[in-house]
């Protein structure tokens, strides 16, 4: 199976060589922001055209913002708009074209409905403080050294790894990867280079190729399984909320920007800025290691997994639960799983978002017509099933596996939610759009119920 990986590494820069990448990542920065005015100018003189009464066929010729054309207009005028260019790789001005061919190109296809999801605006300018510096490289010498601790990129030699690439090394030297590019990234006060590898993965299968699985998320818990195990919340964000706030207020003390008056930050506002920066990074690679963990145990061990298609988004507008939902990292869960089941020869199945987990008796399949919030025990008044209302959800999710089964796969079709809570089996099993095919990951249609909707009011415990 060949798939797209990445592989990203820590770097230990001399402070020459971070001289180079900064001004590699500066070359991105400068090809980018006078792409962007030259594309603005001739829209808003088209704009101002039209707005006089000019047909269309005497406006001023439109530009194209594809990456050849782009990259075409400023080899015209690089060598007055920026006299240095010699200094730089050629791919640190394509990675600032290419960014901006991208970002039009998904603002155009949000206007025109071609692109689901939230609307995406205008590209906007990228400020030589407050963008993260990184470039990215496609052609040239890009290897990884023998010795397994350097890696060799175009124009910036030899680099010292923080960390042992032999994983990537070891696939490189079988003959079963091939690196397609190189980014060099500053991400929480470090530099990193992460490689993008086409992968020739071996056809794996779980250690329990029967077995089906549900996983029900929560703040309480961070997940409960379908088979009695809970996973604890480690909620790295609240442990680390008091270093934070110390270091925040710290920072507030020093003489900072001040775009209005062009004021520049002082040294011990940098070095304050650096600290929160590690620190809220230290929080980023501690949730990130966890879920990882959990993900790939999952996805090793079952053949089958159901989840919920939560409305993350819309549980991040309740403003008292919005940190601790945000630190358990709920989206990036699902999109772990999703990938990993595929590498391990599993499947993952997605609830649809009004399905009444919590409200189904995971015993007699009676569906509760209201639960409430505080009732954390699941009392079924039909058979007299008392259980935890969790472990009752991530049984009923489980139990999905085998309608999905019993349906098939059949075509792509909206999901048809409503907040109605109806009984079992009224609704065809269908695949959520854009999902994949239906032997990894399928989607199980609404039943009603509001269950996803009520973490967002759930009392932390």
Known sequence: MRTIQAYRFALDLTPGQERDVLAHAGAARVAYNWALARVAAVMAQRAAERSY???????????????????KAWNAVKQDVAPWWAGCSKEAFNTGLDALARGLKNWSDS????????????????????????????????????DRTH??????????????ARKLARRLDNGTARIMSATVRRDGGRWHVAF?????????????????????????????????????????LTAAQQRLRRLGRALS?????????GRRPSHRWQRAADRLGRAHARVANLRRDGLHKLTTRLA????????????????????????????????????????????????????????PSSKTCSGCGTVKTKLALSERTYHCEACGLVTD?????????????????????????????DQKTRQRGQAAVKREPGTAPADQTGTVPPQGGTTNRELTRAPIR
């Open 151 to 164: 890696v060799v990129l175009p124009r910036l030699g030899r680099l010292k790894l923080h960390e042992s």
């Open 53 to 71: 009464g000019v047909p269309d066929g005497q406006l001023t010729p439109a530009v194209s913002w594809s990456l050849p054309a782009l990259r």
């Open 196 to 236: 993008t590898v086409a992968v020739e993965r071996a056809e794996r299968r779980p250690t329990r190729p029967d077995s089906t699985i549900g996983v029900d998320v929560g703040i309480t818990y961070l997940a409960v399984l379908s088979t009695g195990e809970t996973v604890p919340n480690p909620r790295h």
């Open 111 to 146: 206007r025109t409905g071609k692109r689901a999801g939230r609307p995406v605006g205008f590209p906007r300018f990228k400020s030589r403080r407050r963008t993260t510096p990184s470039v990215r490289f496609t052609t040239g010498a890009i290897r990884v050294e023998p």
């Open 253 to 261: 003390r020093k003489t900072g920007p001040d775009g209005r008056t």
């Open 300 to 355: 090793h061990e079952h053949a089958t997994i159901v989840i919920e298609d939560l409305n993350v988004t819309g549980m991040l507008a309740n403003r008292r639960l919005a940190r601790h939902i945000a630190d358990a990292g709920f989206a990036e869960l699902r999109r772990q799983l999703a990938y990993k089941t595929q590498w391990s020869g599993g499947r993952l199945i997605v609830a649809d978002r009004w399905y």
């Open 389 to 417: 209302r969790d472990h009752n959800a991530s049984l009923n999710l489980a139990a999905l596996a085998a309608q999905f089964d019993t349906a098939g796969s059949g075509p792509v079709a909206a999901r048809g939610a």
